[in-house]
């Protein structure tokens, strides 16, 4: 396959979208601390989720290696950096909204817990509930958690596309920039982790996996462009963003299946022994949910926790999720299966249009 020639073929087809961007969005709350009132809605989204307590705890959060021993591996911050690069470079070529698609991609993993999937896993077990998960906990963090409790009012279309970027919860009728970021996410973790396994932890991988990565390039970058190239292609012909049905898109998807084959291999696994007794230690304290408490917490205070022979309010105070502990009895019960996603429909009377 000649990745030249598609690169040509998507730059050939440039704002070929356009016509689907979306140009605006609402908010749940009319009161709005933009003192600027932006004309362009996203882009105040993005300053909200970029200085949010959420956003700067993913650099302590897991993407595939638990504290790795290099500094150069990804952490969850890295990835979503790179989420934000594919879906900046995507909605320009397509003539979609970048500043939404930014948005959603800087805000999709918030809602990652301790340990990466693993430890959503854990949680999700312990729980007894399948529908836990980071998708759902983004929007929950991002209005129920954030600013002491009152939540970042985000737009909706936001929030919409930080809930779908993953797992099952896609749906045909969200924004075409949301159907971006979930196809940059994937493009992301499957090069980066790839780069990652293989040549900074030099596991050893299947030539058949070598094989079908290198037919998107041999470095990092161009994989991702001939990626991002072959959406843009497939998108055109289809009408509606689409990697899925193209010969490349089938390659991609080979590749990810040939990745998950190797996640189980690399990624901490021994997380019980951290999560149970950290777990076990928030019960006791009764100042909330303690798998709320848990599930914000970073992979560095989950560490710290387990480790103590005597745990305390001392070792909790030490932690990143003390500071909305204290504002836990004003939120009151949080369903956390509920992204609460539903008020786009009702009540405009408290939404404003920008
Ligand atoms: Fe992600």
């Known amino acids: 396959m000649n990745i030249r020639g598609v690169w040509d073929k998507a730059v050939s087809l440039r704002d070929c979208l356009a016509h689907q961007r979306t140009v605006t969005s609402r908010r749940r709350y009319a009161e709005d601390e933009d003192p600027f009132n932006v004309k362009n809605c996203f882009v105040s989204d993005e300053a909200k989720i970029l200085s949010s307590k959420a956003f700067r705890v993913l650099g302590d959060r897991t993407q595939v290696f638990t504290f790795p021993e290099t500094p150069l591996i990804r952490d969850r911050k890295a990835h979503t950096m790179e989420v934000v690069a594919s879906a900046t470079i995507a909605t320009e070529m397509l003539g979609l909204n970048t500043d939404l698609a930014r948005a959603a991609a800087l805000g999709h993993d918030i809602g990652h817990v301790p340990f990466g999937h693993i430890g959503e896993e854990w949680i999700a077990r312990a729980m007894g509930s399948k529908k836990f998960c980071h998708e759902i906990m983004a929007s929950i963090i991002a209005q129920k958690i954030e600013r002491k409790g009152r939540g970042l009012n985000l737009t909706w279309h936001t929030l919409d596309a930080m809930l779908r970027h993953s797992g099952t919860m896609a749906r045909a009728e969200m924004s075409q920039e949301a159907w971006v970021v979930r196809y940059a996410d994937k493009f992301a973790y499957i ?82 022994s951290m999560m149970e007794p950290v777990f076990e230690f928030l019960s006791t304290l009764n100042i909330g949910n303690p798998f709320l408490l848990l599930a914000l917490m970073t992979d560095t205070d989950v560490v710290k926790i387990a480790s103590r022979k005597v745990r305390g309010m001392q070792a909790f105070n030490l932690t990143s999720v003390s500071e909305i502990a204290p504002h836990l009895p004003a939120i009151g019960k949080i369903d956390l299966c509920d992204p609460d996603l539903e008020w786009n429909s009702f009540n405009p009377e408290k939404e404003v249009m920008r």
Do not use: W
């Not at 293989?198 to 001939?226: A, C, W």
């Open 191 to 272: 090069f980066h982790d790839v780069n990652d396994i293989v040549s900074r932890m030099k596991y050893p991988v299947s030539r058949e996996l070598m094989d079908v990565v290198n037919i998107f390039g041999v470095s990092q970058r161009e994989r991702t462009t001939t990626a991002i190239a072959g959406l843009v292609v497939e998108s055109a012909d289809c009408g509606r963003v689409s990697f899925e049905s193209s010969a490349l898109a089938r390659k991609f998807m080979l590749l990810r299946s040939l990745m998950y084959e190797i996640y189980p291999r690399v990624t901490q696994q021994n997380v019980d």
